[in-house]
């Protein structure tokens, strides 16, 4: 790829303490380049959650390389990942996550604060517009839809302007049309931004939807030498 902004090469993490002990990632190789939105698919227990935290920088394999944005994760300290998180990943998670004691401004300012960002609500203020969230920017999550929330948490997980968005089943505690609506805005929201989009999902439709898809069977890629182009409906 012309220009990779991840790069895997033989991935492997095992999760659990002795004989419970379980190896999840096997041998994981590939590349994802700026820009490009991919569709991180598979079968429940094929991995892919366990890939997303590991490209989240939330679990740390035991062997392999990580490369994001040019810095090798693997070995990194979690204080030095959670600031690199901060500044090139954003996460939007099934469940939405918002703080339910703090409004939705005061939720999408969190991650601005903690990066020491210029003005932190004002930017705040702006990204729930971004999100056609303006008028409910002092609602707290209690009194937001299910489809508030998430708009939400995409607000929260751009604010930091990240060179990279990963959305973990974003549509997964949706009904069909907010469902149909926040996937819109989040592609709407990567095309204006040019951000890379990781995008796990089981359906595969949707991941049909991005530039490619990348499969994961028993924590190993399926067809691996196809993982550079496009696949078909029938592979994802």
């Given at each position: 790829m012309a220009d990779p902004i991840i790069e895997l090469s033989k991935i492997d993490l095992s999760l659990g303490r002795g004989q419970a002990r379980v190896h999840i990632l096997k041998e994981i190789s590939f590349s994802i380049e700026?820009?490009?939105?991919?569709?991180?698919?598979?079968?429940?227990?094929?991995?892919?959650?366990?890939?997303?935290m590991t490209l989240a920088g939330l679990e740390q394999p035991d062997s392999g390389s990580l490369k994001i944005a040019g810095a090798e994760l693997?070995?990194?300290?979690?204080?030095?990942?959670?600031?690199?998180?901060?500044s090139h990943i954003g996460i939007v998670f099934q469940s939405?996550?918002?703080?339910?004691?703090?409004?939705?401004?005061?939720?999408?300012?969190i991650p601005l604060e903690l990066a020491g960002k210029p003005?932190?609500?004002?930017k705040a203020a702006q990204e729930l517009a971004a999100v056609g969230l303006a008028a409910r920017a002092g609602h707290y999550p209690a009194q937001l839809s299910g489809g508030e929330q998430q708009r939400v948490a995409i607000a929260r997980a751009l604010a930091p302007d990240p060179e990279i968005l990963i959305a973990d089943e974003p549509t997964g505690n949706l009904d069909d049309e907010n469902g149909a609506a926040i996937i819109k805005l989040i592609f709407d929201l990567r095309k204006k931004r040019g951000a890379t989009l990781?995008?796990?999902?089981?359906?595969?439709?949707?991941?049909?939807?991005c530039d490619r898809t990348i499969r994961i069977r028993s924590g190993r890629l399926d067809h691996p030498g196809q993982v550079s182009a496009m696949t078909t409906a029938s592979e994802s």
């Open positions: 700026k820009g490009e939105a991919v569709g991180l698919t598979g079968p429940s227990g094929s991995g892919k959650s366990t890939l997303l693997s070995g990194m300290s979690e204080d030095d990942l959670a600031r690199f998180r901060g939405f996550h918002l703080i339910p004691t703090m409004t939705a401004l005061e939720n999408v300012a003005d932190p609500f004002g990781i995008l796990v999902t089981h359906d595969n439709d949707l991941a049909a939807r």
